[in-house]
Nanobody, 125 residues
Framework: QVQLVESGGGSVQAGGSLRLSCEAS????????MAWFRQFPGKEREGVAA???????TYADSVKGRFTISRDNTKNILYLQMNSLKPEDTARYYC???????????????????WGQGTQVTVVS
């Protein structure tokens, strides 16, 4: 079982930047698919960005060009660099991991079984 711990959330002005981190332990990290999801109050979790174990990346249309997902397999850390933040990006952000996920399912939370506790991102206008 993967243990995941997110950090880096906070409050930022619109147009600003934040970098989220997710430290993984308990499994061979480099072999896992990793993803960031977010959840708005009263809504289901939605995919933000994902990176497969072969380096393939995918993004939600709403964050393309603003967010960048990356992984450091030497440190077992997943990152989400968020630039040009908007108030509508305000949500709780979760890191997720799964051993094998087909590329077309990387943004679907139902295909991930390991989750962090989440970190809050608040963007104020």
């Amino acid at each position: 079982q993967v243990q995941l711990v997110e950090s880096g959330g906070g409050s930022v002005q619109a147009g600003g930047s934040l970098r989220l981190s997710c430290e993984a332990s308990g499994v061979p990290y480099s072999t896992y698919c990793m993803a960031w999801f977010r959840q708005f109050p009263g809504k289901e979790r939605e995919g933000v960005a994902a990176v497969a174990n072969d380096g393939y990346t995918t993004y939600a249309d709403s964050v393309k060009g603003r967010f960048t997902i990356s992984r450091d397999n030497t440190k077992n850390i997943l990152y989400l660099q968020m630039n040009s933040l908007k108030p509508e990006d305000t949500a709780r952000y979760y890191c997720a991991a799964e051993y094998r996920v087909m590329d077309q399912h990387l943004m679907d939370p139902s295909f991930f079984n390991s989750w962090g506790q989440g970190t809050q991102v608040t963007v104020v206008s």
